[in-house]
């Protein structure tokens, strides 16, 4: 038997040069750390397929800054604090392959509020819409940006909100209607636009609304790319009753990722697919709550946030279950214990890296990367070797 440890122990170490553990525990990498002597806090991060990361920080008595790392002032792309850049803030990051960053900005000379890509002051992809807010909600790698504009109140009771879709571009003032939803009942208009705007390469919108429509079981609901319901990706009139709002996302491939209720059923569940067809990736139910933040990437994997059961505190998952868990409350960081763990749209790389924003029993917080464990590397060295021989043929022994 001994020798069937070696041939088993040695195609590990084979396989662990490239190959990634699929429910092995990932590695934790810190960018950031706060805590009250140094007094930052953060926002969930992005990151990019380079393992470049930015995210919202501010310091107690200092400022608020986009950070591209753990310094507030030397890692900061943006920042209240800084005197003589071109912006005098900017919030709400979003980061493509190359490093641009898209923002909502105030450019310091003049005091105009918009969507910038880059140091960029003279180009607000924002210019011209005339909303009461604007923010970025997306940076595909052609430097096509997905814009969410807020022109508030429609109706008080039952409160709607009027709000709108752009896409701009890199280097371009202004950007391009995409749909918003309608004051007064019109087939084929939306009647609530429900979720910020993904995009992908090609330049595909996504996003979740509430039309107009009636069926027997109420109002059609979807995910949509343009300004009528004729744009629909996939809708309530098929094997779902009703699209759950807040996130949808939309990879290269056009593989959408999406809440809805299934026809027949009172949960909402997680979904992967298109029209032709889909599948559930979780379900609300006594281990996740609340399913909210999520993201998948071009080679169709899939992570989300979610409230977990018992505890009410959040964690960040790949699968149906507590255990498809990238991280979450009770494991360890850092040698600290996770009270929570965050995550959104963008922090989800296709190496399979995460970026997350935590906070620990003891009260500390910070922004840090999960990588996949590599295959084989049972002492989480980063290394296939003969250490990790030594690991797993001692359990061999120990069975």
């Avoid at 919202?56 to 604090?81: E, H, N, Q």
């Avoid at 701009?168 to 609530?192: D, I, K, M």
């Avoid at 360890?332 to 970026?355: K, M």
């Amino acid at each position: 038997m001994h020798s069937n440890r070696i041939t088993f122990l040695a195609a590990l170490l084979v396989l662990g040069s490239s190959a990634f553990a699929q429910n092995g525990r990932p590695y934790y990498y810190g960018v950031a750390s706060g805590n009250p002597a140094n007094g930052m806090t953060f926002s969930s991060p992005v990151v990019n397929n380079n393992g470049s990361i930015a995210f919202d920080a501010s310091k107690y008595l200092t400022g608020t800054a986009i950070l591209t790392g753990a310094d507030f002032f030397k890692d900061a792309f943006v920042s209240t604090a800084d005197p003589s850049g071109p912006f005098s803030s900017g919030s709400f990051p979003h980061l493509n392959n190359a490093g641009s960053i898209a923002f909502r900005g105030t450019v310091r000379a003049t005091g105009e509020v918009g969507v910038f890509v880059g140091l960029d002051p003279e180009h607000n992809l924002a210019a011209g819409i005339g909303a009461i807010s604007h923010s970025p909600t997306g940076i595909n790698n052609n430097g096509q940006v997905a814009i969410s504009a807020d022109f508030g109140l429609y109706t008080y009771n039952p409160r709607r909100n009027h709000d709108a879709i752009y896409v701009g571009q890199a280097g371009v003032t202004g950007a391009t209607f995409v749909a918003e939803n309608t004051r007064l009942s019109a087939p084929g208009q939306f009647r609530r636009i429900d979720s910020e705007p993904a995009i992908n390469d090609a330049g595909t919108i996504a996003f979740v609304a509430q039309t107009w429509d009636d069926t027997a079981t109420g109002r059609i609901t979807g995910i949509y790319t343009g300004n009528t319901t004729a744009s629909k990706l996939i809708d309530s009139t098929g094997s779902f009753l009703t699209f759950g709002g807040g996130w949808v996302d939309i990879n290269n491939s056009g593989t959408l990722l999406f809440a809805a209720i299934e026809d027949g059923s009172l949960t909402t569940g997680l979904y992967r697919g298109t029209a032709v067809g889909t599948e559930l990736v979780a379900s609300e139910n006594a281990d996740f709550i609340d399913i909210n933040g999520r993201d998948i990437n071009n080679n169709g994997d899939v992570v989300f946030n979610a409230q977990t059961g018992g505890s009410g505190f959040n964690g960040i998952f790949n699968g149906p279950t507590l255990d498809d868990r990238v991280i979450g409350p009770g494991d360890e960081i850092f040698g600290s214990t996770v009270r929570d763990a965050f995550f959104r749209r963008g922090g989800f790389n296709d190496n399979g890296d995460v970026g997350f924003y935590y906070i620990t029993t003891d009260g500390l917080s910070g922004i840090a990367v999960a990588t996949p464990a590599t295959f084989g590397d049972a002492d989480l060295n980063h290394i296939v070797d003969f250490d990790d021989y030594s690991r797993i043929d001692n359990g061999f022994n120990n069975n």
